[in-house]
């Protein structure tokens, strides 16, 4: 299954036999994803799995943790 626009695509990919999965050339482009980036795998049972990069993860969090303390 393949559906894009200019923001937005879904795309289906397998999971093969060690568990791994190939990250659509869309979203890798569309997210500037590169060969050796690191990526936060994020799940809750209820509502999924949310992949983004590290650097977007600890900005996040970083940015949680200063609304906490003022």
Do not use: H
């Amino acid at each position: 299954m393949e559906e894009k626009s200019e923001n937005r695509f879904i795309v289906s990919v397998k999971v093969g036999p060690k568990g791994q999965i190939t990250i659509p050339i869309e979203a890798r482009k569309m997210f500037d994803i590169k060969e050796g980036d690191t990526l936060m795998i994020l799940g809750d049972k209820e509502r999924g799995l949310a992949i983004v990069k590290d650097e977007m993860f600890y900005s996040l969090m970083g940015g949680l943790a200063n609304n906490v303390r003022n």
